[in-house]
């Protein structure tokens, strides 16, 4: 059975930093897209970041260039979103997400989903 299971998050401070991970099991995730995405409550679903794992090519939203980052260890099977400089309106239940025909960040794009690990940025 697919599934992901992500980790990492929590309360911190403005300014602060966290790294999410988002570990598969039942299948690699050779050749697939994987995407971290993001929601707040009482708004849409959207894309934050996402990384080829065949050729390592990375995208981000406008809103978090910068600041995060995202990587690949293909021998863990695992995807990491290291987030710094931490702002209020990141605060939101964060998902990871395997895509394997798709590129960017539309949610369509992605078949297979975790259940999100929660961030929240205040004091």
């Known amino acids: 059975q697919l599934q992901f299971v992500e980790s990492g998050g929590g309360l911190v401070q403005p300014g602060g930093s966290l790294r999410l991970s988002c570990t598969a099991s039942?299948?690699?995730?050779?050749?697939?897209?994987i995407g971290w995405f993001r929601q707040a409550p009482g708004k849409e679903r959207e894309g934050v970041s996402c990384?080829?794992?065949?050729?390592?090519?990375?995208y981000y939203a406008e809103s978090v260039q910068g600041r995060f980052t995202i990587s690949i260890d293909n021998a863990k099977n695992t995807v990491y979103l290291q987030l710094n400089s931490l702002k209020p309106e990141d605060t939101a239940v964060y998902y990871c997400?395997?895509?394997?025909?798709?590129?960017?960040?539309?949610?369509?794009?992605?078949?297979?989903w975790g259940q999100g690990t929660q961030v929240t940025v205040g004091s």
């Open positions: 990384i080829s794992s065949r050729y390592g090519d990375t």
């Open positions: 039942g299948f690699t995730l050779d050749y697939y897209t």
């Open positions: 997400a395997a895509s394997l025909a798709g590129w960017g960040l539309e949610t369509y794009e992605y078949e297979h």
